[in-house]
């Protein structure tokens, strides 16, 4: 007789299957689901801090953006305990949080004044620039699949925003353009601290690091947030801590190299959140970049599953 608790404990039971699975899955298909569970949830962040960016000056929006990140850590840190959370090298979570602090007040300065599809289109020159400066800095492999898997993607995003390009952003193009290289060297420095600390660790420092750094210029143009805005930033803190937390494991799991194709399926979740929440209709040419996008990802992950098997193959 099924008393009532046999559908829950299936639940459960697959959860657990396809937490397991994931585990045993290859370091590159962890690292790029990783990715993509990033990518959804900075989309939404994106989202909110867009609308914060019009409302409250740049400089505050980005101070209390990580602060809240650093706050709905707190449980954790208490839970565990502060010592958990000290990191090898102070100075290292530091040097990372001002490089990404310089990155961050580009982009939130050029956010504003920007289309939101030049937004877009210059953002996603970052994963070229990421594989640059991994196979330069890191000595990664920088296999011919990779970079076609990049190109394509990249491809498939220049097919939805090309014919929606404003280029009326003046001089905050160019702003938006330079973060791009400076958010992927945070990202660089991010991979070098996940060898030797948790991501959980990771993400405390950052929101340390960028809150104090982003402290001084945030008092200088303070604004009071009203209630419904102190309640979207809690909210960011909430996505930008769970997004980093993704991203970091994403760049413990693998290569750099391995997953920047899976940025472009930031696109899909932005065309997604703008058809759930603005209702906007996908255009035919969002359908084939998307179709583009997908195509590369699918296809960089077998090969990077393959190439594993293959390699603990040969070593047995």
């Not at 010592?83 to 090298?89: E, I, K, N």
């Not at 791009?180 to 405390?204: C, E, N």
């Amino acid at each position: 007789m099924d008393d009532g608790n046999t559908g829950p404990r299936q639940s459960f039971a697959t959860l657990r299957a396809l937490v397991t699975r994931f585990e045993q899955a290859p370091g590159p298909t962890r690292a790029i689901i990783w990715a993509i569970s990033a990518g959804l949830l900075f989309s939404a962040l994106n989202m909110m801090v867009r609308r914060l960016t019009l409302e409250l000056h740049p400089f505050q929006t980005q101070f209390l953006r990580h602060l809240f990140g650093l706050i709905v850590m707190l449980p954790l840190i208490l839970r565990a305990g502060w010592r958990a959370y000290l990191p090898v090298s102070a100075r290292g979570h530091f040097s990372r949080g001002a490089v990404h602090t310089v990155g961050i007040s580009l982009w939130f300065i050029a956010l504003p004044h920007l289309a939101l599809a030049d937004t877009t289109a210059i953002g996603y020159t970052g994963p070229i620039f990421t594989m640059i400066l991994a196979a330069w800095l890191l000595g990664e492999t920088m296999r011919w699949d990779r970079w076609l898997a990049a190109a394509l993607g990249f491809a498939g995003v220049m097919i939805v925003v090309g014919p929606r390009l404003a280029g009326s952003g003046g001089w905050y193009s160019l702003i938006m353009l330079a973060s791009a290289p400076i958010f992927s060297l945070s990202f660089l420095l991010t991979k070098l601290l996940t060898r030797h600390d948790s991501p959980a660790v990771i993400v405390v420092w950052q929101g340390i690091a960028v809150s104090t750094l982003s402290l001084p210029l945030a008092l200088w143009f303070w604004s009071w947030p009203t209630t419904a805005q102190w309640i979207t930033f809690a909210l960011a803190g909430v996505l930008g801590s769970a997004g980093h937390f993704c991203l970091t494991h994403s760049l413990k799991a693998a290569d750099m190299s391995a997953t920047q194709s899976a940025k472009f399926l930031d696109l899909i979740w932005a065309t997604a959140w703008g058809f759930l929440i603005f209702g906007d209709q996908p255009s035919s040419a969002t359908l084939a970049g998307g179709l583009v996008i997908i195509g590369a990802t699918v296809w960089i992950a077998r090969r990077e599953s393959r190439r594993i098997r293959q390699a603990a193959a040969s070593a047995s």
